[in-house]
Every structure is written in structure tokens, then in C-alpha cells.
């Protein structure tokens, strides 16, 4: 019997953004791949399918077209590091979209000789985490949704792409003598970089406050809701918008909600001549103050990697710490990632009120001891006296 031969007809662009995962690295590639069409004359007017279509076939027509293009390209970028007008680490990811489209096309180019002089980027990033006063402010923003997403994101250390994949189902209070702790959070459930990490109690309620205001306006909840959906109109009972169609909140529209509220509480302005990043990033900057408030707190450096899910070396093959031990280590730190000094005071009330109870117990039970103990000394005294009457009956 003859084998049927199967053909796949996928087109370049297809291919292209089917190889990578995120949604935010796909945006940006193809927002850079655009860049670098623009430069080789690729129609503007066309879609960018079409365009990489467009380039794809070129390139597959005039190898030297496409590399000496590449080349002239990467030059003109290294003359911009130069001026300072960007620098190592930007020209290198100018690099990447062109390299895997080319490598995702079975196009042949010389990388190691073309990129051969481009400078060097640092491996980490030259800003801040924001300060408690900035995510202060950025919590008064009037969007009911920036409190439950700052408060996750800065207590747990999540990416921002985590918001793509979170359901109800996947965050788990954690509940001891009546009172919840904190919460567990699992991140990218179901795909190959699943893991868990651990929210604060305050950011809990956050939520768990958020999801009940969406069940009172109408909205179905239960396990497979996603975490964050867009606004509605609660003047509107039919049209775009409403309760009970919700529409999941993608990963770019938090990032949106979290620069809105940036700018419209004064703490991110426009950039001074010259400087080109703002002095912490929107979303990637609660990772940041998440690190650091751990090691303030003395958490273990190697269970602050673990929960950010960040390699550790060949301690990944090694180091099996136990959730429960994770969950003993993270507790040391919820007090640093806590934001509401109300919050704090209550739990700190609610601390001494117990500790109060425990003390009036104490001093309950140790005068009752008191009492016992005196009903038995005079019971003694009793039965002693009448032994003495007793001796002197007998004379």
C-alpha cells in the first residue's frame, strides 16, 4: 500500500509565532520584526502576515539580499549605541525576532560573523523597585482592580504573563486555627513551567472581595472564572460590557491598568532629555520589590528563587524543599509585603486581644489554683484542730 504523503501549508508568519510562548515576547518580536521590515522596504500598507510572507520569500530568492540587509541593519543600530541613544542589551533584542524568523524559515545566515562586534549588554536590568509610598499611591487609582492585582503581584513575585493563565480554581486560602495565613497561588497550570507560589492574606481578601463584587452584580462565578475580566457597565443590562459575559483581562490589559494608574497618580512623568527608562518598570518592578522584601524579612535566598520560579543552578536537580517548609519561610515576609497599615494594626489588635484571653485565662486559672489551695489548707487546719480536741477529749 502506497503512504500518503502529508504536506503542511502553514504560512511564514504562522511558524513564526507559533515558536514562541508568551504573548508579551510575541507582541514585542513582531512590533521589532516591523522595525527592521520598515528598513528593507517591505510594504508599510500590508498586514504584518503579510509582510513576513513577503520577506520570507525574498529571502529564500536572494540569500545575499537578506543578509547584507541584516548587516547594514545592525550597523545602523550599533551607531545608535554609540550616540547613546539606546543601548547593548536593546540592540540585542533587535537581534532576535530577525534570527528566529530566519532560523524558523530554514534561512541560512552567517550569525556568528554578523553579530561578531555588536556590543555587549549588561545581564540585568539598571533600575529600582518601586518604593512603598509609589505602590501606596498606585493602590488609590479608582479601578477596583488595581488593589487585587498589585497586592498578588507583589506578594507572590508572579510575571505578569501568569494573569494569561489565572482561573479562580488556582489560588487555595490557607487556613490555620480559623484564620487565613495566606494563600497559594499556582502559576501557568498546565503548561511545561507550571508552579506555586504563595500570596499574603491581605491579598487574599483582595481577591477574594473582587470576586464577590462581580457575583453580586451578576457574573457566575465559580473555578474556571479567570481572576481578572474587564470592567461592565452597570447602567447598561444588554450591549458590550455587561456582568455576565465577562471577557478574561490579558496580560497587556494589566499592564495597561497598572501604567494608567502610574501616570495618573503622578509617580511616572515624562522622561528628562537624555534618559530613555523610566527608574522602575510597571509590572516587572513588584518582582523586584517582592526579592527584596524577602531577604529583608531573612527568608533563605534558595526558597525566594524556588517561589519566583527562577533557576538554581544544579539545585534544581538537588534541592527538594517541602511545600510546608516554603509556606513556614514565606510567613517570615508576609508582614514586609503587607500594604495597608490599617491591615496591619487589625492583625496586630486581633494578636493582642488573643494574647489578652490567654492572659486572663492564666490569671482565671491560677486563682482559682489560689482558691483551691486555700479551701485545702483550711480543710487541713480543720481536720487538725479536731485531732487536737480529739488528744484533749482524752484526758
Aim: with cysteine; proline share 3%.
Amino acid at each position: 500500500m502506497k503512504e500518503e504523503i502529508i504536506q503542511l501549508n502553514s504560512s511564514p508568519y504562522s511558524i513564526f509565532i507559533l515558536s514562541i510562548r508568551a504573548p508579551i515576547t510575541r507582541e514585542k518580536y513582531l512590533q521589532r520584526l516591523g522595525y527592521f521590515f520598515d528598513y528593507v522596504g517591505i510594504e508599510e500598507q500590508g498586514t504584518i502576515e503579510e509582510r513576513c510572507n513577503i520577506f520570507s520569500e525574498k529571502a529564500k530568492n536572494d540569500i545575499n539580499w537578506v543578509a547584507n540587509n541584516i548587516l547594514k541593519y545592525l550597523q545602523l543600530q550599533k551607531d545608535r549605541v554609540e550616540r547613546k541613544e539606546i543601548t547593548g542589551s536593546t540592540l540585542r533584542n533587535y537581534i532576535k525576532p530577525i534570527k528566529l524568523f530566519c532560523e524558523q524559515m530554514d534561512i541560512n545566515i552567517p550569525w556568528k560573523k554578523i553579530t561578531r562586534g555588536m556590543p555587549k549588554g549588561r545581564k540585568y536590568a539598571n533600575d529600582r523597585a518601586p518604593t512603598i509610598e509609589e505602590i501606596r499611591r498606585m493602590l488609590e487609582y479608582p479601578d477596583r482592580r488595581i488593589k487585587p492585582i498589585i497586592y498578588t503581584m507583589a506578594s507572590s513575585g508572579i510575571r505578569l504573563g501568569a494573569w494569561d493563565y489565572l482561573r479562580w480554581r488556582n489560588i487555595f486560602p490557607i487556613i490555620k486555627d480559623g484564620k487565613i495565613i495566606a494563600a497559594k497561588i499556582t502559576v501557568y497550570v498546565e503548561e511545561d513551567e507550571e508552579y506555586f507560589s504563595f500570596i499574603s492574606n491581605e491579598a487574599y481578601e483582595a481577591l477574594n472581595d473582587w470576586m464577590d463584587y462581580r457575583k453580586q452584580c451578576g457574573e457566575l462565578i465559580n473555578e474556571n472564572s479567570w481572576v481578572m475580566r474587564n470592567l461592565w457597565d452597570v447602567t447598561t443590562p444588554k450591549g458590550k460590557g455587561i456582568v455576565t459575559v465577562p471577557k478574561k483581562l490579558k496580560s497587556t490589559g494589566v499592564k495597561r491598568l497598572i501604567e494608567r494608574a502610574l501616570w495618573a497618580q503622578g509617580i511616572r512623568k515624562k522622561l528628562s532629555s537624555g534618559k530613555r527608562r523610566h527608574e522602575f518598570q510597571a509590572d516587572h518592578g513588584f518582582r523586584k520589590w517582592f526579592k527584596t522584601r524577602c531577604e529583608i524579612a531573612g527568608m533563605k535566598s534558595i526558597n525566594i528563587e524556588t517561589l519566583m520560579n527562577h533557576s538554581i543552578g544544579i539545585s534544581d536537580s538537588y534541592y527538594r524543599v517541602t511545600e510546608d517548609e516554603l509556606l513556614q519561610e514565606y510567613i517570615k515576609a508576609v508582614d514586609h509585603l503587607t500594604f495597608d497599615t490599617g491591615y496591619k494594626l487589625q492583625e496586630q489588635v486581633e494578636e493582642l486581644t488573643e494574647k489578652t484571653k490567654d492572659n486572663d485565662y492564666m490569671i482565671k486559672a491560677k486563682l482559682q489554683e489560689k482558691d483551691d489551695a486555700l479551701v485545702t489548707l483550711s480543710d487541713q487546719v480543720m481536720k487538725l484542730m479536731a485531732e487536737v480536741q480529739e488528744l484533749k477529749n482524752r484526758r
